[in-house]
Each structure stands twice: as C-alpha cells, then as structure tokens.
C-alpha cells in the first residue's frame, strides 16, 4: 500500500464530515478493505456459493415420491443412479461432445474474423464491426433457435440453398449452439488481438519470421488466454443448454434437459442437483486447468 | 403455456389416497365418490353470494384469463370487472405443483386447476367445495364433466369444470395414406414414415403406449393406461423405445408441432385439434382423428380456496368464466371444448364444437384424461403400480 | 506483418462470410415479421403489416420489455457497486483469500445457467420465502446481479492494472481527500470501463431466460419469458418476431453511444465476454 501517511488537514480546524471521514478511512486500509469487500462477499459467497453448497447437500437427499416433501436423510441413491444407470452416462458424454465440439467450431470460426477485426480494417471499419458483432446478442436468443428451426426444416432456407438439411437432431444441435455463441468467442479474441501491438508482429518479421511462425510463436501464445476466456463460455452455456436443444434437437437430450425435466415434471430436486454436479465439477476442473494463463481475466 | 402445464401437470402428489377414485377415469361413470381412505377435510360449503369485495386473485394456465393484453380482441376481463365491480388480479402458473403451492399460500381465491392437482388441493383442505345452486351457469355444463372423479369427491362437488379435449392422431393427409383409423401407425416398428413420426414429449406420454397395448396385448392385462405394474410398465417401455427408432422428433409447443407438420418434417404422430386447426389455416393438408383404440385427453377444473378473502367475487367468477360467450371466446382461443353447452352456439366458429366434439359424450367416452400414476394402482391392485417418479425417470431412459 | 495479399483477401472474406452467417438468420427474424403465415413458413406466403400492427398494440409486450429494462437496470446497478468494490479490493489490497474471491466472482457466468438457476430458486424458496418474501422482480434482479458482477469487475481491474497510481497520489498529496480524488481523479479514469461493463451487463440480463425461468415471480414476465411464452402460441408467434426486430433495431442506440461516449479511444468491448 503506498498512502501510508494521513494527508495533510488543510486549513486546520473546519474539517466537513466526509473529510474527516475520509481522513478516518485513510488511515484505516484494513477497514478499507472489509468495507469494500463487505457486500461483494456477502453476496458471491456467502449467498451465492452458499446456495451452490445448500443445493448439492439436497444431492443426498431424496423424494417421498407420494407428497412430494425432501427426505432429508443422507443416502447416495441418486449418485448410484448416475454410476450405474448407463443412460446417464451416455447423456453425460454425449453433453461433453457437444459442448466440445461447439466451442472448437466457434474458435475456428472466431479467431481468423478477430484477426480481421482487430488487424486488417480501418480504426472505423472496426468500431463498425464490433457493433455488428454485438448487436446479435440483443436479439432475442428464443428468436434465434426457432428461426434456425424454420431454416433447418424441411423445404427450409438450408434445403433450397444447399439442396440438403441435416433435419432436427444432434447436427442441428451442435449448428445451433455454434451460432447462438459465436458473438462469445469473437468479442474476447477479439479484444486480446487488439492488445497485441503492431510493432510486436512487425518486429517478429523484421526478424524474419513468416507469417505462419509469427501466428505460432508469437500470435497464438499471447492470445491463447483469449481463446480460453470464449470457451469457457461456449463450452459452459453448451453444457447447461436445454431450450434450443428443445428446438432443433429432434430426440436429443442433454444434461440440461434432464435436470430441467426432473425440477419440473417429476419435482425431483435432489436428482436434478446430483446430476447437475456433473457440469458443474467439469467446469469447475476447466477453470482450475485455465486460470494459470490468466485466461479468467479475459472474460 | 401449454407445453409446460402438461409436461408438469402430472407431478406427483398425495393422490395416492385416491385408489379407485380416478380408475374409471372417463367411461360415464357418475356419483364420483372416492374409495375408502381419502380423507377429505370437512371444509364448509358457502351459503349464498354477498356483495362483491371488489376483487379477486386467481391462479391460471396462461390463456384462461385474457384482459385484452395478449389480443386487444381477446378480453373477458374488463367485462366482468366492469358488472361486478371485482377486479381481477392473476398470476399465470407454469405447472401445477406452481398452482398447488400458489394455492397453499392462501393468497389466492381461485385457480384453474388440471385433472391431478385438483386431487392434491381437495385432500389437502386447500379448496372448498362449491355450492353449484349459486353458478345459475353450471346447469348448462355438459354432464360428461359433472361429478367427475377429479372434480367431486364423497358426492361432493369442489369446482367448475373449464374445458376438455383428447390426444389425437394426426397425419398429412398427402403422404399418409390410407388414412389411418389405429394408433399402430405410430407404433409400427418398420414404418414408412420412419423419420417422420412425432410423439409428445412428456413422461405421460408412456399411457399412450400403455393404451396401445391394452387392445393389441390383453394377455398383459391392462386396465388403466395410468395403472402400470412392473411388467406392464416394462412392457410400454420396450414399446416407446422401439418407436423411438421412427420418431423424428418428440414434440412438446404448439409453434414446433404446427411447423414440422407444415413443413413435412414430421407426417404423422399424435397432436391436439387446436393444432390440426392451426396447421389447416395455414395451408396444410393434414387430418385427425380418434383412432379406434381411444386416446388419452385432459380437463381443467376452477376452484375456489377454503382461504378465499374474497369469495363472492370468486363466484361470481365461476359463473362467469362459464357462461355461455366467455366459455365459447376462452374455448375457441386455447382450442378445447368448452364446458358450457349453449357456448356451442355462441363461438365465432359455428363449427368450433364440432370439431372439438363438444357435445359427443361417445366420443369422450373412449377418452383416459390424464391422471397421475401412482403407486397404489388406479384401478385397486394394490400398492404395485409404478409411480410418477418412476414414469419421468423410464422417460429420459426411452430418450436416451 | 508480412501477409500476402491473398491471405489477406482470404481473412476479410472470412470475416464476411461470418458476418453473413451471424446476420442471415436475423434476416429470416426480419422477413418472417412481415410473412402472412403464422407459423414462419419458408420461403414466405405473403407480405403483412398485420403483425407490426398488432405488435404495436400488444399490451403483454409492452409491459414485458417494460419489465425486462426495469430488471436490466436493477441488475447492473448492482453489479457496477459489487463488481466496482471487488475490483478495488483485489487490485489495492492484499488479503488472505483474495485468489478464490477472484475465482468467485467468474463463477456464476461459468456455471450453466440452469445451475445457478435451481441454486439461488431453492435458496430463495428456503430462506426468503418464510419472512414473507415472494418470487417477484427482486428475485430476478439478484439472479441477474450475480452473472453480470464479474463483466464489470474485469473490466474495473483491466482497467485499473493501466491507469497509474501516481495520478491519485498527487491529487491526494494536493490536499484532496479520499472521496474528491475518486470524484475527480480515479472515476474519470475508469469512467469507459464502467461503461462497457455497464453495457455487457445490461444485455446479459436482458436476454436472459435460464436464471429467469427459475427465479421469476409467476406474475413477473420479462421479455425473454415473454417470447417463450408466446411463441408456444402460434397466434402469437409472428408478434413474437415483430418484438425482437424492434429489440435488435433499439439496441443500436446503447451500443452506438457507447462506442461514441468511450472517449479515451478504448473499445468498450476490451475484455467483454
């Protein structure tokens, strides 16, 4: 901490109530501190972790399927249900694939148009573009899964444009989730290109690195942590999805659809929390993997 | 919203009590007393309606309550707001265990309730029974919906029925031909319009499998599509799941279901008539019917809270809600048949009742309105049958 | 950079063939809010003004964006405060469990929605609900707030981390005390933060439906609930798409001003999400 002395009362005795309040805070970090941290943590942590906590504790617990009240005896029935139960399982790999493969078609995507964005237009070509960019994540996200639905129909926009349509399933899936979060993938990349000066790429040149080795050894390396930042949300609102697949999905189901279904339908709280631990483990796992490259400073 | 009121309206609750209450689901059967052991609370009938308390809280599936917001055509609010000097207030519900717990707070004077709540709220003392000499409507309802195992227990009436109408089956009438009269159609391992199949998604959609193989398997025994044991349960499953290798996809809101039919995504499977309607206005060739092995349905139900703070308004809402143009306009709008018979003759839509079979008690006959399962057998075996919980878990598994 | 002239020409092609992606199906919103059928049919029956018309008269939705801008405000409020006086603490300070505060903070966002969803429902069901409170507006509020902190926060620290402390010591060593130099010295600094934050955080919520689903009051409609609602309707599905052409065609306004109003030349998207 640098200010370590009181400042100096100007003008002795009239001291106004925020001055000598701020006098006393000055020379106080420690209350400083718990002032400033008080409400964010009172909320982060001890309101929203603490529901996480209260919610995954219910995970043990189970339904009287005939009122419906918790039984809030400890058991690990639901997590056996999960081991063992191959439907699960394969529910639970299908999620992961999806997600995987979504957030890698939305990196392919994302990083040549931020390249672009950030290094080959005009300083107003690219205030325009980044509007453009963001403009689609004002649209409704509902809107734009069902107009992907009429697009994907049969007789529909991809049909007579390409003569074929994957139809409703777990390709329309996967195409729809790549679009919903493209936005989520450029804007980060986008702004971590933008950081990366010029005279850094021209001076790897001048060096004589093509263009190739500039983007290995320079270019990917300084943006990875942005490439991290878009995936965590592509991967995260991927496995958590459960309208759009709803949509387009035809049969396919995700994690989300079956914790949904097991709140609503069946007012299985416990179940729904034992299974919805499984994202949350693997995004947790994700973000302790990521947070080395500084990569959760770029959200 | 339809989609979620039916996937959730089956939610599990103390309806076990009920036993044989609700076995005999549609068949005409009259005097809907319950079976021994469902206790109901002994609630006090209101006497007479006194001046209105110049408003009313109501708990209701989105539609059910229209004040012009939605459609400036599409008001029955202001109407009576302006008779009755009651304004109404209303929370629209999502599912019905929502509606339970809204009605267990004792903020709300009446709700619109479906055919399984309805039962949760009478044993639980959370609904009043309604003396029906102070509806002057309820004379016109049809008797198809009176004294109905969901809506009157120990001869008690506890509510105003709303609506009602059946699971059809709908096909394009230019691909699937001939026009099917059997469900088989859908359940066809080798069908034709594999790919094109549609069936509901929801956990109650296994009754329709059970309804299936209660006239293509009698050795099963199956009395109650809503009354599976074991092997029966088992043997719906090992149903949905060989259709699951037709279906092109399962359906669960009005837009997705219209569309796919139009489109050809989807050829035939099992819908409602209010989409049938909807896919017909917009241009496409589709036709339904119920098909010879009957079909599963749902029926709505208004009831007033023993808590009700202001109950004269709350009947005079009942009577509204019924009578005979505000039914027709509350009918044509969520596409059911309505409860009151002269609404017949006052919809926009001179055919309106035709087509929703309003007036065919034959037709309803062959109707199972949904019900929830339970453990002890709907149609008194026993504590053997599979319950709710059971249904929603086999349905993520027949999804896979 | 030494790119070739084609892998040049090959990137800005790129970066238009993405654009026509993200924008052909917002396309489709705009034509299908002019197409007579109800139920979006491809390729379009007929041109209507029926639906801009009757969109315009639609009380539901008048009162749902009313709702949502109400919920948007709420929640970024909140998350300016808490993601401001996070950024503050951890950049200032040095205090024992500041590495998983840090992590705290990216968690609601990192988490999928239906998560924190069911989380802050049973903890709002459990806790709130027996002094009385019920599912209302607030409660939508406080599930928005939670997601949006963490924008606000990134960009107040990125920020921070540029702007030097030796500006605030000289205010202070002026005789300006703790409140004056924030006035005049630190605010102005991170004044376009604040604002990209501001922005990002404003749209978070207001196309939110996971977390809204799930702690909505039942007689809380936002726009986003709205829509789903209504496009289960198909009645009211092509009013649906009239509501998001109006809502994209609004959101210029924000955006644009924004980008005008970041005077220190920082795109108010750095650190987005």
Known sequence: ?299 | MRRNRTLLAVAAASVLLLTAACGSSSSGSKGGTSASGFKVPDIPMQKEIGPGEGQVNLVAWAGYVEDGSTDPKLDWVTEFEKETGCQVNVKVAGSSDEMVSLMRTGQYDGVSASGDATLRLIAAGDVAPVNTSLIPNYVDVFDGLKNKPWNTVNGKTYGVPHGRGANLLMWRSDVVKPAPDSWSVVWDANSPYKGKVTAYDSPIYIADAALYLMHTKPELGIKNPYALDDKQFQAAIDLLKQQKTVVGEYWSDYLKAVQAFKSGSTVVGTAWQVLANMAQKEGAPVQTTLPKEGSTGWSDTWMISSKAKHPNCMYKWMNHIISPKVNAQVAEWFGEAPANKKSCALTSDKNHCNTFHAEDEQYFSKVWFWTTPVKDCLDGRGPKCKDYAAWTQAWTQIKG | MNLSRGARALLRLWLVLGLAVIYVPLLIVLVNSFNAGRTFAWPPEGFTLDWWARAWGNQGARAALWTSVQAALGATAVALLLGTMTAFAVHRYKFFGQRPLSLAVVLPIALPGIVTGIALNTAFRTTLEPLGIGFGLMTVIIGHATFCIVVVYNNVIARLRRVSRSLEEASMDLGADTFQTFRHVTFPAIRSALLAGALLAFALSFDEIIVTTFTAGAGVQTLPIWIYTNLARPNQAPIVNVVAVFVIVLSVIPIWLAQRLSSDGASPTAHTR
Do not use: C
């Not at chain 1, 420690?30 to 529901?51: I, K």
């Not at chain 1, 290094?119 to 573009?129: C, G, I, N, T």
């Not at chain 1, 983007?215 to 300084?222: D, G, L």
């Not at chain 1, 994690?255 to 693997?282: D, K, R, T």
């Open chain 1, 1 to 299: 901490m640098a200010e370590t002395l009181a400042p100096v009362a100007p003008g002795g005795g009239s001291r106004s109530p925020g001055r000598s309040l701020s006098a006393f805070l000055h020379q106080r970090p420690r209350l400083r501190l718990s002032l400033l941290l008080s409400a964010p943590v009172a909320w982060l942590v001890v309101a929203y972790l603490g529901s996480l906590v209260a919610l995954f504790l219910s995970a043990f617990w189970t339904v009287d399927t005939f009122t419906g009240a918790l039984i809030r005896e400890w058991n690990l029935e639901n997590f056996r249900t999960l081991v063992t139960d191959s439907v699960y399982r394969t529910i639970t790999l299908r999620t992961l694939g999806v997600a995987a493969l979504v957030t890698v078609i939305d990196a392919l995507i994302a990083f040549p148009m931020a390249f672009a964005m950030a290094k080959l237009v005009s300083p107003r070509a690219r205030r325009f573009l980044v509007v453009a960019v963001l403009m689609p994540l004002w649209s409704s996200y509902l809107v734009k899964a069902y107009a992907w639905r009429v697009m994907l129909g049969e007789g529909g926009f991809v049909d007579s444009v390409f003569g074929t349509t994957p139809g409703y399933g777990l390709t329309a899936a996967v195409i729809v989730l790549a679009y919903l979060w493209l936005p989520y993938m450029i804007l980060p990349i986008y702004a971590g290109l933008e950081r990366l000066p010029d005279s850094l790429l021209e001076a790897s040149s001048d060096l004589g690195a093509r263009a190739g080795r500039t983007f290995r050894k320079v270019i990917f390396p300084m943006t990875m942590p942005a490439v991290i930042a878009g995936s965590i949300f592509t991967f995260s609102l991927s496995l958590g999805d459960y309208i759009a697949v709803q949509i387009v999905g035809g049969k396919t189901q995700l994690i989300g659809n079956v914790v949904y279904s097991n709140i609503g339908a069946a007012n299985n709280l416990p179940f729904a929390a034992a299974f919805a631990l499984v994202p949350v483990l693997i995004m947790v796992g994700y973000l302790m993997a990521v947070r080395r490259t500084g990569a959760l400073d770029e959200l």
